[in-house]
Nanobody, 115 residues
Framework: QVQLVESGGGLVQPGGSLRLSCAASGSIFNRYFMRWFRQAPGKQRELVASITSGNRTNYADSVKGRFTISRDNAKNTAYLQMNSLKPEDTAVYYC?????????WGQGTQVTVSS
């Protein structure tokens, strides 16, 4: 069993930055495929960014060049650095850890981009 705890959300003005963290319990964090999803009110949950155990990354077109996903296996933590935030980035952001046969979610953290 893996527990994921997100932190770092909040209210930020357009153009601002936030860094989300996802702290994971368990001893095999480095094997997990880590992902960040988001869900805005009235919309489906969407994949924002992912990082493999080998640190290969992938991003949704809407965040390319603005968001950066990373991981620190020594700290069992994944990160999402979000720059140049836009109002349309407002959503609850969820951390996800995937391994074949296993799939874990955090509780989510609210990100609100507004002036």
């Amino acid at each position: 069993q893996v527990q994921l705890v997100e932190s770092g959300g909040g209210l930020v003005q357009p153009g601002g930055s936030l860094r989300l963290s996802c702290a994971a319990s368990g001893s095999i964090f480095n094997r997990y495929f880590m992902r960040w999803f988001r869900q805005a009110p009235g919309k489906q949950r969407e994949l924002v960014a992912s990082i493999t155990s080998g640190n290969r990354t992938n991003y949704a077109d809407s965040v390319k060049g603005r968001f950066t996903i990373s991981r620190d296996n020594a700290k069992n933590t994944a990160y999402l650095q979000m720059n140049s935030l836009k109002p349309e980035d407002t959503a609850v952001y969820y951390c996800n850890a995937y391994f074949p046969g296993l799939n874990y979610w955090g509780q989510g953290t609210q990100v609100t981009v507004s002036s």
